[in-house]
Nanobody
């Protein structure tokens, strides 16, 4: 059974930082693409960042480039999202997702989400 559990959310002030963690069980993060998504209130879930099986390949949504960093700890089977210079528009529920191909069909596993609130 695949499980993803996010943690590290909370309420911070503008310009502050948070580090989100995603603990993965049932799959090895070093051999899967893992990503972070977010859902703002009343909006659809959107892509934030992704790290490929080759750790040198990382992808970011334009509004978080230069502020957010996705990383992975293979020994702990964890994925992180370091968020710096937070803005009110970063307020959302953040989800960790693991992507894999199963018999040529794309499969995605989701965590339950963690709330990030940025206030002035």
């Amino acid at each position: 059974q695949v499980q993803l559990v996010e943690s590290g959310g909370g309420e911070v002030q503008i310009g502050e930082s948070l580090r989100l963690s995603c603990a993965v069980s049932g799959r090895t993060v070093s051999s899967r693409d893992v990503a972070w998504y977010r859902r703002r209130l009343g909006e659809d879930r959107e892509f934030v960042a992704r790290i490929s099986t080759s750790s040198d390949l990382r992808y970011y949504e334009d509004s978080v480039k230069g502020r957010f960093t996705i990383s992975r700890d293979d020994a702990k089977n964890m994925v992180y999202l370091q968020m710096n210079s937070l803005k009110p528009e970063d307020t959302a529920i953040y989800y960790c997702a693991l992507h894999e191909m199963v018999e040529y069909v794309s499969q995605t596993y989701w965590g339950q989400g963690t709330q990030v609130t940025v206030s002035s």
